[in-house]
């Protein structure tokens, strides 16, 4: 059974400061692991998805990464900003979609 | 924890015909459901936004006659794909909020394959 999980669950940052946000899941037999935002009272914006045939993703500041053999993702937030607050989920795409725990993120300028 | 039910997980149906997808929050209410779609190889991305007791709000380029919602209770949203082709083929799957700490969950997804 998949299970995906989701380090920190909640992160405090500085504005400005670069910071990693982790994803692990049990099993590698996925279609795709796509990472998400969600903000309060909202539903959630893609933010990056990466094939299960590529390494990694770029979007703006965000970079996504995935190592399928040791069921790790990491999605990498440069030079954050408040606007970033929000809560990050991660999802892999087997025969279902499996959400990850999420990480609450908050930058204070 | 709060657990969210989507019914059913598959359906194959021929052109022209309508689909129901049920999502139910089992052990909670939900004032507020989503739904989304996810076509292959890309993103899982928003249809529209359910509340209850009232008119869904949907995202720029979905065909609100086409994707009928209905949130008649605070335990049930409703998502009718009316007149399905083979392009409406996805994956759909609904997710609820919790009120009480904004965490959203989800049902587990419907695949719809159009033939």
């Known amino acids: 059974k998949q299970e995906v999980t989701q380090i920190p669950a909640a992160l405090s940052v500085p504005e400005g400061e670069n910071l990693v946000l982790n994803c692990s899941f049990t099993?590698?037999?996925?279609?795709?692991l796509q990472w998400f935002r969600q903000d309060p009272g909202k539903g959630l914006t893609s933010l990056l998805l990466?094939?299960?045939?590529?390494r990694e993703q770029t979007s703006g500041r965000l970079n996504a990464s995935l190592d399928k053999s040791s069921g790790r993702s990491t999605l990498y937030i440069a030079a954050s900003q408040p606007g970033d607050s929000a809560t990050y989920l991660c999802?892999?795409?087997?025969?279902?979609?499996?959400f990850g725990t999420g990480t609450r993120l908050q930058v204070f300028p | 924890g709060a657990v969210v039910s989507q019914h059913p997980s598959r359906v194959i149906c021929k052109s022209g015909t309508s689909v129901k997808i049920e999502c139910r929050s089992l052990?909670?209410?939900?004032?507020?459901m989503f739904w989304y779609r996810q076509f292959p190889k890309q993103s899982l991305m928003l249809m529209a936004t359910?509340?209850?007791?009232?008119?869904?709000?949907?995202e720029q380029g979905v065909e609100k006659d086409k994707f009928l919602i209905n949130h008649a209770s605070l335990t049930l949203s409703t998502l009718t794909v009316t007149s399905a082709h083979p392009e409406d083929s996805s994956f759909y799957i609904c997710?609820?909020?919790?009120?009480?700490?904004?965490?959203?969950?989800f049902g587990s997804g419907t695949q719809l394959s159009v033939l």
């Open positions: 999802a892999v795409h087997d025969d279902k979609l499996i």
């Open positions: 052990d909670f209410q939900a004032t507020t």
């Open positions: 099993d590698s037999a996925i279609y795709n």
């Open positions: 359910s509340n209850e007791g009232s008119k869904a709000t949907y």
């Open positions: 997710s609820a909020i919790l009120a009480t700490n904004e965490k959203l969950f």
């Open positions: 990466i094939q299960s045939s590529q």
